[in-house]
């Protein structure tokens, strides 16, 4: 393997458990929000679990989707407006994903197709809708972050959060 591949496989493998571990954070809290609220109703949730493969899943999907090359129909627009438009399309991915998961789950427990979709409508659309409006809202600071590093570079965005930083000549007093 030559090293110009190894350096891209290193970049993308640092990608994905970054994304994963953001993703994590995400979800976590909103699987602790959910505990929260339901320990109020004395009814026990402890699915932390599942939000680490989630985020592990949903990070796959976004390196996918940006090997693809989805999202970048903005990319020479403001930078608010690439981060809005890739939060948004990706999070209809995560919606359709989580629509395809309520399917696959259908089919698993020998359901027919009716009934996945009687079961998708009663009882998993407004917890579908709500991880995509949570998803979007998460991608917000993840895109930022992005599109940041492709218009400053990576490594002077990485100095500019984890080195320290000179105060400019005007600022000093």
């Known amino acids: 393997m030559n090293e110009s591949l ?8 640092k990608l994905y458990w970054f ?8 979800l976590g809290t909103f699987m602790l929000y959910r505990r929260l609220v339901l320990a109020e109703a004395g009814v026990p949730y402890l699915n932390y679990g599942i939000a680490a493969v989630e985020a592990m899943i949903i990070a796959k999907v976004v390196l996918i989707g940006r090997a693809l090359h989805l999202g970048k129909r903005y990319e020479g627009a403001p930078l ?8 948004i399309v990706f999070g209809v991915i995560v919606l359709l994903f989580g629509v395809l998961e309520h399917v696959v789950t259908g089919l698993l427990r020998h359901r027919t ?6 079961d998708l409508f009663n009882l998993g659309i407004y917890e ?18 992005w599109e940041l590093g492709r218009v400053v570079g990576t490594t002077e965005l990485r ?14 007093g």
Do not use: N, W
């Open 6 to 13: 190894k350096a891209r496989a290193m970049d993308e493998f």
């Open 19 to 26: 994304c994963t571990v953001y993703l994590f954070i995400a």
């Open 80 to 87: 608010a407006a690439s981060v809005a438009y890739k939060s």
């Open 113 to 118: 197709g009716a009934q996945i979709v009687d």
């Open 128 to 145: 579908l809708l709500a991880r995509m409006l949570m998803m979007m809202i998460a991608f917000v600071p993840m895109f930022a972050f």
């Open 159 to 172: 100095d500019l959060f984890l080195k320290r930083q000179r105060p400019h000549e005007a600022e000093v």
